[in-house]
Nanobody, 126 residues
């Protein structure tokens, strides 16, 4: 079974850093596109960063470019979301998601991902 386990959220002051982890099981990372998404209260879910295996591309939301990266460790079957210079507007529940590379055709569309981890809360205080 495909499973994703997200962790690493917490409370941090503005300007601080956090690293979220998404441990995957039941599939090989290189065969699946992986994405990090977030949802703030009262807002729609948005794509933060996605690795699309089919196109070999990595996409970042405009609001996080230059501050977030999405490294991965194939040996640990884990994808990270490294977040630096955090801002209060980054406060949200963060989710990792995955689907086979043949399924995901867009840059970072949550509707294309079938497998989701549980969310992890990130709160940035001002």
């Amino acid at each position: 079974d495909v499973q994703l386990q997200a962790s690493g959220g917490g409370l941090v002051q503005a300007g601080g850093s956090l690293r979220l982890s998404c441990v995957a099981s039941g599939f090989i990372l290189d065969d699946y596109s992986i994405g990090w998404f977030r949802q703030a209260p009262g807002k729609e879910r948005e794509g933060v960063s996605c690795i699309r295996r089919g196109g070999g591309t990595t996409t970042y939301a405009h609001s996080v470019k230059g501050r977030f990266t999405i490294p991965s460790d194939n040996a640990k079957n884990t994808v990270y979301l490294s977040m630096n210079d955090l801002k209060p507007e980054d406060t949200a529940v963060y989710y990792c998601a995955a689907d086979h590379w043949k399924v995901v055709t867009g840059p970072c569309d949550s509707n294309e991902y079938s497998y989701w981890g549980q969310g992890t809360q990130v709160t940035v205080s001002s």
